[in-house]
């Protein structure tokens, strides 16, 4: 696996996310049909997929009030810069999955907004050509979408961004690698963005 500076460098410089639309394109029967069998031999062979870890551990921060899982090993870092704590981590061999959380207080704050905030906070760190799809919300708390883009490197990267509203405190996690590494480390991608949770009841103000 790449070393932990590689695998956030991946995540980092290439993350910044702005929000866009999906274009839908009809396709004739033909193309649809030679699609499907595209995608069909696109598919990773079971034998390349990374295994999901039987070990993981939890990463919290009582202070900001939010906790995740990440696979034992995980070699990782925090800092604090204008206001915000930052989390960033990479994961063992043989996975290479980078994550980034940010944690923040402004009560003022929609989901929409930390996209936002997002992409403003990293898209000075180099990423070109980014798109944001698929965002959705999962809950009045929580909204989730996914991140393609071009890194500092010239690498194509993919991910995850997880974003959530706790009253006055915002949080804002990216989980992703460079594109080839993608598919193979979904299920550890889904896993580490899935585990995330607030100490207190987030916007529904249950607690």
């Given at each position: 696996?790449?070393?932990?500076?590689?695998?956030?460098?991946?995540?980092?410089?290439?993350?910044?996310?702005?929000?866009?639309?999906?274009?839908?394109?009809?396709?004739?029967?033909?193309?649809?049909?030679?699609?499907?069998?595209t995608?069909?031999?696109?598919?990773?062979?079971?034998?390349?997929?990374?295994?999901?870890?039987?070990?993981?551990?939890?990463?919290?921060?009582?202070?900001?009030?939010?906790?995740?899982?990440?696979?034992?090993?995980?070699?990782?870092?925090?800092?604090?810069?204008?206001?915000?704590?930052?989390?960033?981590?990479?994961?063992?061999?043989?996975?290479?999955?980078?994550?980034?959380?940010?944690?923040?207080?402004?009560?003022?704050?929609?989901?929409?907004?930390?996209?936002?905030?997002?992409?403003?906070?990293?898209?000075?760190?180099?990423?070109?050509?980014?798109?944001?799809?698929?965002?959705?919300?999962?809950?009045?708390?929580y909204?989730?979408?996914?991140?393609?883009?071009?890194?500092?490197?010239?690498?194509?990267?993919?991910?995850k961004?997880?974003?959530?509203?706790?009253?006055?405190?915002?949080?804002?996690?990216?989980?992703?690698?460079?594109?080839?590494?993608?598919?193979?480390?979904?299920?550890?991608?889904?896993?580490?963005?899935?585990?995330?949770?607030?100490?207190?009841?987030?916007?529904?103000?249950k607690?």
């Open positions: 696996m790449k070393n932990m500076r590689t695998v956030i460098g991946c995540l980092t410089a290439s993350a910044a996310i702005v929000l866009g639309c999906t274009m839908t394109t009809t396709l004739s029967a033909k193309a649809a049909t030679s699609a499907a069998i995608q069909q031999k696109k598919s990773v062979p079971s034998a390349k997929v990374v295994p999901v870890p039987d070990d993981w551990v939890t990463m919290s921060d009582d202070k900001k009030g939010y906790s995740f899982e990440v696979p034992d090993g995980t070699e990782y870092t925090k800092e604090r810069s204008n206001g915000i704590d930052v989390f960033i981590a990479g994961t063992p061999e043989p996975s290479a999955v980078g994550v980034l959380v940010m944690a923040f207080k402004d009560p003022a704050l929609s989901k929409a907004d930390l996209v936002k905030v997002a992409m403003g906070g990293l898209e000075g760190l180099g990423a070109k050509n980014i798109k944001v799809g698929n965002l959705t919300e999962l809950s009045p708390d909204s989730l979408g996914s991140y393609t883009a071009i890194n500092g490197e010239g690498k194509p990267v993919r991910g961004v997880l974003v959530a509203i706790d009253k006055t405190d915002n949080y804002v996690m990216l989980v992703g690698s460079e594109e080839s590494d993608y598919k193979a480390n979904e299920k550890i991608i889904d896993a580490i963005w899935g585990s995330f949770s607030m100490r207190s009841g987030g916007a529904s103000g607690s």
